[in-house]
């Protein structure tokens, strides 16, 4: 897989991927990734990669024709474009799952209020929040994508069932709760059931668990 990420802060989009598995799964050549800084394809004496809204209106925009070169000389024809704005479709990890499959992508990293509206028209194939709420730029939300997406790449994962187990497998229920030693911490007991060594009374005590965690935390899930 090629991850290919445009903005205009490509170390914050490479930080937290440069590091333990996200390094690892570069290392591996399961994944190539690489942020380009969007000033690369900006023309005149200021390399200008922002404008006035059309119209008028407070910030500044990202102007069409950095981002249309940046485009134009990066994708491929599998290439799949997706814009990070907080007025993209909410990402989730069923999202997750399918774009681990593509090939190739481009995160185009939104700032100030956005981009040129042509560049969704003619570019973008996926507009991407990581969330209902607005961060100073898109490059955090591209490496929190990229993360999700990579993690579950065949040979990412130390152990495959990690990624079967984990919360949102099935998208309608969170995990239940998980200890480790000692079993008695402070006098907080580790539950009995998961001492017993009884799999199908682990199994029931742990649905019911995921359920009731559900209840407390999410209760939007799944309604
Ligand atoms: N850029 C700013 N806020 C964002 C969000 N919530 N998701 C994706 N990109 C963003």
Redesign the pocket.
């Known amino acids: 897989m090629r991850i290919d990420i445009i903005t205009l802060f490509p170390e914050i989009a490479m930080a937290p991927l440069g590091e333990s598995m996200m390094k690892r799964a570069q290392e591996a050549g399961l994944v190539e990734i690489k942020a380009h800084d969007l000033r690369d394809w900006a023309t005149g004496k200021h390399r200008k990669t922002d404008d006035y809204l059309c119209g008028g209106g407070q910030g500044m925009l990202l102007k069409p024709e950095p981002i249309f070169a940046a485009i134009e000389e990066l994708r491929r024809p599998e290439t799949k474009v997706v814009l990070?704005?907080?007025q993209?479709q909410v990402?989730k990890q069923a999202l997750a799952r399918e774009m681990a499959a593509w090939s190739d992508l481009i995160f185009l990293?939104?700032?100030y209020e956005g981009v040129d509206h042509r560049v969704i028209e003619e570019l973008v194939d996926l507009e991407?929040?990581?969330?209902?709420?607005?961060?100073?730029?898109?490059a955090?939300?591209?490496a929190v994508v990229t993360d999700a997406i990579v993690r579950l790449l065949p040979g990412a994962l130390g152990d495959a069932r990690s990624a079967e187990d984990e919360s949102f497998s099935d998208p309608d229920l969170l995990e239940a709760p998980a200890y480790t030693k000692p079993i008695d911490f402070r006098g907080m007991k580790v539950p009995e059931v998961l001492l017993s060594g009884h799999h199908a009374k682990i199994e029931e005590w742990k649905k019911a668990m995921a359920r009731k965690r559900t209840e407390e935390n999410r209760p939007d899930l799944g309604r």
């Open positions: 990070m704005t907080p993209g990402f990293c939104g700032h991407l929040s990581i969330g209902d709420y607005v961060l100073t730029n898109g955090i939300a591209a």
